[in-house]
Nanobody
Framework: QVQLVESGGGLVQAGGSLRLSCAASGSISRINAMGWYRQAPGKQRESVAGITNGGITNYADSVKGRFTISLDNDKRTVYLQMNNLKAEDTGVYYC??????????????WGQGTQVTVSS
């Protein structure tokens, strides 16, 4: 089993910053990639940012230049630094991990989600 523990969400004014963290633990042999998704009320879950264990990153166009994703492989923790937040960034942010398991399979897991609310 794999556990993902997220933290760092909250309420912030537009223009402010937040830093999300997600720590993975369990029967993981290797982290292949980790990422953040978000779901706004009434909308589908969307990808925000992702990073591979080699440091290759990708971002949604809407967050480029404002958000930065990073990965600490030793701690198996992914971070999302969010600057210049906008009201449209409001939503539940979910952590995702693509991991190589000790039994040899590659599996994906989701965190429980953390609420980010940006007031305008």
């Amino acid at each position: 089993q794999v556990q993902l523990v997220e933290s760092g969400g909250g309420l912030v004014q537009a223009g402010g910053s937040l830093r999300l963290s997600c720590a993975a633990s369990g029967s993981i042999s290797r982290i292949n990639a980790m990422g953040w998704y978000r779901q706004a009320p009434g909308k589908q879950r969307e990808s925000v940012a992702g990073i591979t264990n080699g440091g290759i990153t990708n971002y949604a166009d809407s967050v480029k230049g404002r958000f930065t994703i990073s990965l600490d492989n030793d701690k198996r923790t992914v971070y999302l630094q969010m600057n210049n937040l906008k009201a449209e960034d409001t939503g539940v942010y979910y952590c995702n991990v693509n991991a190589r398991m000790y039994i040899g399979s590659n599996n994906r897991y989701w965190g429980q989600g953390t609420q980010v609310t940006v007031s305008s």
